[in-house]
């Protein structure tokens, strides 16, 4: 079996952290054939592009891609987009799937409750209050928030294919509905009608305010999580805190026959050129490449144990606590794999 994947580490940190993860996938699947884009800053500056063609072309020959972070610029530029907003809406990845599992170290200094914290957050990567339709209009600003029962319908489908999977078997509908009773109440009565398909797995349904309150207090009550895009934007943020934070959280964009793999840190200007940047992250989004792209769970079984028995071991960096430099602990990783 072979398995193709388009590399573009970016800048920053990026360029520290993909090599680990490739280097992982690449003793985890073997088999695995890689080429290298660029996209990013440092791309833009040399060649006035963002998010070249050469680029795009190879993605979509290779339809797996790991991506580590662009830096974008605090100002406007001109001609300068996002090349990751750019890369979802030209592949349409609709859903952007972002799991949390607690480390040992901090679930062994915490009280229960919190020791089965294992969440997958899938949120609804394409419309919401991210459609783009923003507008001043004399004194009103004005931003569109917009729903369709399709789109509402496959990212259910999405939600519930990963549950049914799962020991626990659950989804919680995260929603505005008594505020928003039209576009959330769509969102949600597709949800739960996509679900009537999937008896095995049980419902139920939270507001997001409570939502948030809940995976700050007894995160350990969630399963698979699905909601709309804005509020997956923030709620994966606070779930993202009992996993390790910033340098430990991964992230999928998944698409029909594409998926792009990504950090959900950025280009970390502060730490970027000191070696001390924190590779799991990358070395789990390259994980769940592995498991909902590829389909090869094993082999992404494999990659999260070796992080989190490294990270368990006391191999990590700054940020964990540690005093270990990516390498060393990208090292470890690699040897338990
Ligand atoms: P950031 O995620 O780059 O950094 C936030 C904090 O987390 C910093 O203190 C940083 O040192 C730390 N951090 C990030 N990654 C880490 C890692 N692997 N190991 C250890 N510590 C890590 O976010 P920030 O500072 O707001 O943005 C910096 C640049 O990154 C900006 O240009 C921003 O536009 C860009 N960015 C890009 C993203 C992407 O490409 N997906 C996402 C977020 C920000
Ligand atoms: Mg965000």
Redesign the pocket.
């Given at each position: 079996m072979t398995y193709r994947l388009c590399i573009i580490p970016?800048?920053?940190?990026?360029r520290?952290?993909i090599p680990c993860a490739v280097a992982a996938l690449q003793r985890a699947l073997p088999g695995l054939t890689t080429v290298e884009a660029e996209a990013?800053?440092d791309c833009f500056r040399r060649t006035g592009s963002a998010l070249p063609d050469e680029t795009i072309a190879q993605i979509a020959a290779c339809g797996a891609a790991l991506?580590?972070?662009?830096?974008?610029?605090?100002h406007k530029v001109e001609g300068y987009r996002?090349?990751?907003i750019q890369m979802r809406q030209r592949f349409d990845l609709y859903a952007n799937l972002r799991p949390t599992r607690i480390l040992w170290s901090q679930a062994s200094q915490t009280v229960g409750r919190l020791q089965a914290v294992d969440l997958i957050l899938v949120r609804e990567n394409t419309q919401g209050l991210y459609s783009g339709r923003e507008r001043l209009q004399g004194e009103e600003a004005i931003a569109e928030r917009v729903i369709t029962r399709a789109a509402s319908a496959r990212i259910a489908r999405v939600a519930f294919e990963l549950a049914r999977q799962r020991e626990r078997k659950r989804v919680t509908i995260v929603h505005k509905a008594n505020i928003l009773p039209v576009t959330d109440g769509l969102f949600r009565d597709t949800v739960r009608a996509v679900g009537a398909s999937y008896p095995e797995v049980a419902i139920d349904e939270m507001l997001v305010d409570t939502a948030a309150m809940m995976l700050a207090s007894q995160p350990a009550r969630f399963d698979v999580i699905v909601t709309t895009n804005l509020f997956g934007d923030i709620l994966s943020d606070v779930a993202s805190v009992w996993g390790g934070?910033?340098?430990v959280a991964p992230s999928l964009n998944l698409g029909e026959g594409v998926a792009i793999a990504?950090?959900?840190?950025?280009?970390?200007?502060?730490?970027a050129g000191k070696g001390?940047?924190?590779?799991?992250?990358?070395i789990l989004s390259a994980a769940l490449l592995a498991r909902h792209y590829w389909k090869q769970a094993d082999a992404a079984e494999r990659i999260e144990r070796a992080v989190y028995g490294a990270i368990e071991s006391g191999s990590r960096?700054?940020?964990l606590g540690g005093q270990a430099t990516t390498q060393a602990v990208a090292a470890e990783i690699l040897r338990r794999i």
């Open positions: 970016g800048d920053g940190v990026g520290e952290v990013g800053w991506f580590g972070a662009v830096s974008s610029p605090s996002s090349p990751i934070g910033m340098g990504e950090p959900v840190h950025g280009s970390a200007p502060d730490i001390i940047a924190n590779p799991c992250g990358a960096t700054p940020d």
